[in-house]
């Protein structure tokens, strides 16, 4: 490109930053994606959103805690300190349910990913839109294992117990 040269309009068109960005993720397309996640206790849910963009990581660290099951708390902790993962995903060892998901289910683990990346705001309003979702239907309550705090628009879903986060295991599309 010659300075003071405008280029042609097909080029302008092919080096604007917008050529170059992908497209928005749907709303239903964001839903579906979310919807498996959506109800777990914050802590854990960003741990697994920010461990969805390192996908990779996350299989290394599936094959890892499945080829040593025998591995638990500060053994595993230690272990683990050794690999070259994200923190997150190396959080996530301590919960293999959702490890092993997001390793069964790779490509939603990278559309996930992805979609964090883009949009962080969106996935987030997207997750309380959901939580909304689910507490209007009654499918949402404090229990022994979960505290649901509801702050105006926000649903905070915390452990009941600070040292123990539990899982929980919904049907993501009632």
């Given at each position: 490109v010659v300075p003071g040269l405008k280029p042609p309009p097909a080029m302008a068109h092919a080096a604007s930053p917008s050529a170059s960005a992908p497209a928005p993720v749907s709303q239903e397309k964001l839903d579906s994606l979310l919807a498996p996640i959506a109800l777990y206790p914050d802590e854990l849910l960003a741990q697994a959103l920010m461990a969805s963009t390192y996908p990779l990581d996350v299989v290394a660290a599936a094959r890892f805690v499945k080829e040593n099951k025998d591995l638990k708390g500060d053994a595993l902790d230690k272990a683990?300190?050794?690999?070259?993962?994200?923190?997150?995903?190396?959080?996530?060892?301590?919960?293999?349910?959702?490890?092993?998901?997001?390793?069964?289910?790779?490509?939603?683990?990278?559309?996930?990913?992805?979609?964090?990346?883009?949009?962080?705001?969106?996935?987030?309003?997207?997750?309380?839109?959901?939580?909304?979702?689910?507490?209007?239907?009654?499918?949402?309550?404090?229990?022994?294992?979960?505290?649901?705090?509801?702050?105006?628009?926000?649903?905070?879903?915390?452990?009941?117990?600070?040292?123990?986060?539990?899982?929980?295991?919904?049907?993501?599309?009632?």
């Open positions: 683990v300190l050794e690999k070259n993962w994200d923190p997150s995903v190396q959080s996530l060892t301590a919960f293999p349910q959702v490890l092993e998901m997001m390793n069964d289910k790779l490509e939603w683990t990278q559309e996930l990913g992805d979609a964090f990346l883009s949009d962080k705001a969106r996935v987030m309003q997207t997750v309380q839109n959901l939580r909304q979702k689910a507490d209007a239907a009654g499918n949402l309550k404090s229990s022994e294992q979960q505290k649901v705090v509801k702050e105006q628009t926000t649903i905070i879903i915390e452990p009941a117990q600070p040292d123990v986060v539990y899982v929980p295991t919904y049907n993501p599309t009632v």
